[in-house]
C-alpha cells in the first residue's frame, strides 16, 4: 500500500494531493503535485482526508474516506467521502491522515550521496540512532513541503540520539536542517510539534549544527563537537553553529567541545 514513499536519496515521506476542487456534494478531485508521483491512490475506505491551507497549513476541513479512484491516464484522482465537502477555493491540498508510517532508523552510514542523508516527513513517532553521517549537504532534513514537490506533513515526535555527523553538510549549510518549505512561515506559526536531538557527536571544520524553523518544542542537549580542518570551511553566521527561527518551546545547549 503506498502511503509513504522511499527512495535511494533516504527519503520517507507522505504525500500531498495538489488543487482539489469540489466536484459533488461530496466528492473533491485533485491533481498530483509531481509527474513522478502521478497514478499513486493514497487512499482507501476508512481514512481520514484533511483538505489543508498551505498558507496557514491548518486544515479546511477533515472527512472519512468512502471511496477512492485514480483517472486512466494517471494524472488526476476522485475521492468520494462520507461527509458533505464545502467549496474549497485556491491555494489547498489533500493529505490522508491515517498513513503515517512510524520510523525506526539504527546502524546505518550515510553519505558520499547529495543532497542529504534523510529527509524524514511522518508524523508517526520517529527515531533515528547510532548512525553515522558524512554527506554532502544535510544530514537529516525534516521538511514539509507543499510548493513544489508536494511532500507532505509536519513531525509530531522525533527523536535523533547517539549518532556520528562526520563532516556532514561539508559542502555547506547545516548538518540537521528543520526547515518547512511552506508558503509563509510567519503566517503558519507552528508547524513540527516536538523534536529532541541529544547525545550525538558533530565532528567539521566549524560550528554548524542546526537550523530549525517552525517547532513547537525544541530539544538539541548533551552533544559533542570535534573541530576537523581537513575539509574547506564553509562558516555560518552563528557564532554558536545553532539558528532558531519562528520556534515556541527551546531547551538549547552548545555542543561540549572535545
Not at 150 to 160: A, L, M, N, R, Y
Not at 174 to 195: C, L, Q, T, W
Not at 216 to 231: A, V
Not at 243 to 248: A, F, N, P, R, V
Request: glycine share 8%; with cysteine; proline share 4%.
Amino acid at each position: 500500500r503506498p502511503h509513504f514513499i522511499y527512495n535511494t536519496l533516504g527519503t520517507i515521506e507522505r504525500l500531498c494531493l495538489k488543487d482539489p476542487k469540489k466536484a459533488g456534494d461530496n466528492v473533491f478531485k485533485a491533481t498530483y503535485g509531481h509527474p513522478q508521483l502521478s497514478g499513486v491512490n493514497i487512499f482507501k475506505e476508512g481514512d481520514k482526508v484533511a483538505i489543508i491551507d498551505t498558507e496557514t497549513t491548518k486544515p479546511l476541513f477533515t472527512a472519512k474516506v468512502k471511496k477512492s479512484e485514480v483517472s486512466k491516464d494517471g494524472s488526476e484522482i476522485v475521492v468520494t467521502t462520507y461527509e458533505d465537502i464545502p467549496q474549497i477555493a485556491e491555494g489547498y491540498v489533500a493529505e490522508n491522515l491515517s498513513i503515517a508510517p512510524q520510523i525506526h532508523i539504527s546502524g546505518t552510514e550515510s553519505g558520499a550521496n547529495r543532497p542529504r542523508g534523510f529527509l524524514l516527513s511522518s508524523s508517526g513517532k520517529t527515531l533515528v540512532e547510532n548512525c553515522k553521517f558524512y554527506n554532502m549537504y544535510a544530514a537529516i532534513h525534516l521538511g514539509g513541503e507543499m510548493l513544489n514537490w508536494f511532500e507532505s506533513g509536519k513531525v509530531k515526535d522525533v527523536t535523533i540520539r547517539n549518532n556520528i555527523f562526520d563532516n556532514s553538510a561539508y559542502a555547506g549549510g547545516y548538518v540537521i536542517s528543520i526547515f518547512p518549505k511552506i508558503k509563509n512561515r510567519d503566517m503558519a506559526g507552528i508547524f513540527h510539534e516536538k523534536i529532541v536531538i541529544e547525545d550525538n557527536h558533530f565532528r567539521s571544520h566549524e560550528k554548524r549544527f542546526m537550523l530549525a524553523s517552525n517547532v513547537g518544542e525544541l530539544i538539541f542537549r548533551n552533544n559533542t563537537y570535534t573541530e576537523d580542518k581537513s575539509l574547506p570551511s564553509h562558516p555560518e553566521k552563528e557564532s554558536n553553529g545553532i539558528k532558531i527561527e519562528l520556534c515556541e518551546k527551546i531547551i538549547v545547549e552548545e555542543p561540549n567541545v572535545q
